[in-house]
């Protein structure tokens, strides 16, 4: 009987999204061969094990985030996929999130919310972290609107220092409020609620705060309960060992960048549940739509629950929020059936019918448009794995 190939893992353990990329392998392993995996528990950055000098294995998946990792994995001759979005470019194949595509999800979430201010709160050391922030910014120009970044405003103190918080207080305290703030990660997001702490500020009604990862434990430790974009680095994990199945196989390597898996959805809990427009009759018709759009209600629905004419919440609505109060129902039903696609196996009629459609045309025809994939590729792309 033939021997399992031998492949090296190095990725870190101490946060839920290097836990998922290990969870993804573990998924792909199931379906496919059965590896002989080397292993150690590691934090983000560490340095390569000393046993990989002297390892005799086949492949290996890593987070090639430096030179000196890059030049020390070269020098084992064996093939390697990175699993790093910390270097504009890989010698490797690489899988990675699509950094671009986070940033994009969070805007949408939050400009959803009516936030006339809106800030992103980076953090310098790390590429990942300022194409979020470019791409944040880029977006809400293109719209006319600004964004004010904390690595471009305030100088920071030594990474999660008392300082670093007060600098974050600092610039928080001089933004207009109400204010969305899209931190980079849930670790940034964090130190974003601490300094709202420190200066008294209340969220979600002041400051709205949006971090990446949704790594759960965090999220819902958080004062008040963290929102955070949701990746798929579970996916990631599974195309990155296929792709070194490939690779060990002998096939030719893919020039990097290989694939950007995009993310999930936004998991929204207390940070960011608030609707943040002046108007009261508007703030009043967007929190009905966010509580009943799945249930089947249409524009007329909305009025007989916040009267007004139809004329005057359109205008309202594409004043302050530049569309329909229609067009309000149809993304917060797609949000939904993007929730049950990913997240669950239901048939897509279900999908439909919980998400307020008539029937699964109808959803079709609506996902299709908004999103440019079927319900069927949308899953079929975006499915995620669960632990079990």
């Known amino acids: 009987m033939k021997p399992p190939q031998k492949v090296a893992l190095l ?14 392998v573990r998924d792909w392993m199931r379906e496919g061969e059965r590896w002989a995996i080397r292993f150690t528990e590691q934090g983000r950055g560490a340095p390569l094990p000393t046993w990989l000098k002297d390892w005799q294995g086949d492949g290996i998946i890593a987070r090639v985030d430096s030179p000196q990792i890059a030049a020390a994995l070269r020098r084992t001759r064996l093939p390697v996929v990175d ?23 969070a805007a949408e979430h939050l400009e959803g919310k009516g936030f006339a201010e809106l800030a992103y709160c980076g953090d310098r050391r790390f590429l990942w972290s300022r194409q979020r922030g470019a791409e944040f910014k880029r977006g809400l120009a293109a719209k006319g609107r600004r964004c004010v970044d904390f690595v471009e405003q305030a100088a920071s103190g030594r990474p999660g220092s008392d300082a670093e918080i007060r600098a974050i207080a600092r610039w928080l305290k001089a933004l207009p409020k109400p204010v969305a703030v899209f931190a980079c990660y849930d670790g940034r997001a964090l130190q974003v609620l601490e300094a709202c702490q420190l200066l008294g500020l209340n969220v979600p009604e002041q400051v709205a ?58 998991v929204e809990r207390q940070s960011t549940d608030v609707v943040a427009v002046a108007d009261a009759k508007v703030a009043s018709a967007l929190k009905f739509i966010r509580q009943h759009a799945c249930a089947g209600v249409d524009v007329g629905d909305v009025l007989r629950a916040v009267p007004m004419s139809r004329t005057r919440l359109e205008e309202k609505f594409k004043a302050l929020l530049g569309h329909s109060p229609h067009r309000q129902i149809v993304q917060q039903r797609i949000a939904r059936a993007k929730h049950l696609l990913a997240e669950s196996k239901i048939a897509i009629s279900e999908v439909a019918e919980q998400a307020g459609f008539d029937n699964a045309s109808y959803l079709s025809v609506a996902f299709r448009r908004e999103t440019g994939l079927s319900p069927f590729a949308y899953r079929a792309k975006y499915e995620v794995r669960k632990t079990a």
């Open 11 to 24: 990725i870190e353990t101490s946060n839920r999204y290097g836990r998922d990329l290990l969870y993804g």
């Open 83 to 105: 699993v790093s979005a910390e270097r504009f470019s890989s010698e490797f194949s690489r899988v990675s999130i699509d950094n671009a595509a986070v940033a994009r999800l």
């Open 209 to 266: 705060v949006l971090g990446v990862d949704n790594d759960e434990l965090v999220c819902e430790l958080a004062n008040p309960p963290l929102s955070s974009v949701q990746p798929n680095a579970r996916l990631s994990g599974y195309e990155a060992a296929a792709s070194l199945a490939r690779l060990m196989r002998g096939e030719k390597k893919t020039v990097a960048p290989t694939h950007q898996v995009q993310p999930v959805r936004v």
